[in-house]
Nanobody, 121 residues
Framework: QVQLVESGGGLVQAGGSLRLSCAASGSIFSIAAMRWYRQAPGKQRDLVAT???????NYEDSVKGRFTISRDNAKNTMYLQMNSLKPEDTAVYYCNAAINRHSGEAYYNYWGQGTQVTVSS
């Protein structure tokens, strides 16, 4: 069994900062890409940022320069540092990871339960 657990969401004023964490636990052999998604009310779930196992990162245009994704591979944990937050960043943030449980097995996508981020104007 593999679990992803997010933490760090909350209510913050515009211009403020939050740091989200996503910890993967359970039977894990290796983790490939880890990603943050977000879903605002009435909208689809969108990709925000990606961090590969090799250290490459990628960001959605609206968060470039404000958000930073990082990983601690030894702890199977991913972070999202969010600065200069705007009301339009308000959403439920989900972590996603491609994980294989045994050597030679295929990678499967796992999702966390989501954490609410609310930015007030």
């Amino acid at each position: 069994q593999v679990q992803l657990v997010e933490s760090g969401g909350g209510l913050v004023q515009a211009g403020g900062s939050l740091r989200l964490s996503c910890a993967a636990s359970g039977s894990i052999f290796s983790i490939a890409a880890m990603r943050w998604y977000r879903q605002a009310p009435g909208k689809q779930r969108d990709l925000v940022a990606t961090a590969t196992s090799g250290g490459s990162t990628n960001y959605e245009d609206s968060v470039k320069g404000r958000f930073t994704i990082s990983r601690d591979n030894a702890k199977n944990t991913m972070y999202l540092q969010m600065n200069s937050l705007k009301p339009e960043d308000t959403a439920v943030y989900y972590c996603n990871a491609a994980i294989n449980r045994h050597s030679g097995e295929a990678y499967y996508n796992y999702w966390g339960q989501g954490t609410q981020v609310t930015v007030s104007s």
